[in-house]
C-alpha cells in the first residue's frame, strides 16, 4: 500500500511544471487533480487500515516519493 501511494505522489510530483506551485498546477490541469484525488483517497484508506490494527497513523502521514 506505502509503494502505490509514494508512486502516486510521485506521478503527481513530476507532472507539476517546474516555476509553478501546487495549487497553481491543480487549477490548470485536470490529470494533476485526478491523480491528487487517487492519492487523497489511497492515503485515506492506508489511515483506516492502520487504526484497524491499532497503530497510529501519523508518523506515515508523510509520502515522499522515492521513484
Known amino acids: ?5 509514494e508512486r ?4 503527481v510530483v513530476k507532472l507539476i511544471p517546474e516555476g509553478t506551485d501546487y495549487e497553481e498546477a ?3 490541469s485536470e490529470e494533476i487533480r485526478d491523480l491528487t ?3 487523497l483517497v489511497m ?3 492506508e489511515v483506516e487500515f492502520l487504526a ?4 497510529d497513523p501519523r508518523p506515515y502521514q508523510i509520502h515522499e516519493p522515492k521513484f
Open 1 to 5: 500500500m506505502r509503494d502505490r501511494i
Open 8 to 11: 502516486a505522489w510521485g506521478v
Open 26 to 28: 491543480m487549477d490548470q
Open 37 to 39: 484525488l487517487d492519492y
Open 43 to 45: 492515503a485515506g484508506e
Open 52 to 55: 484497524r490494527q491499532g497503530v
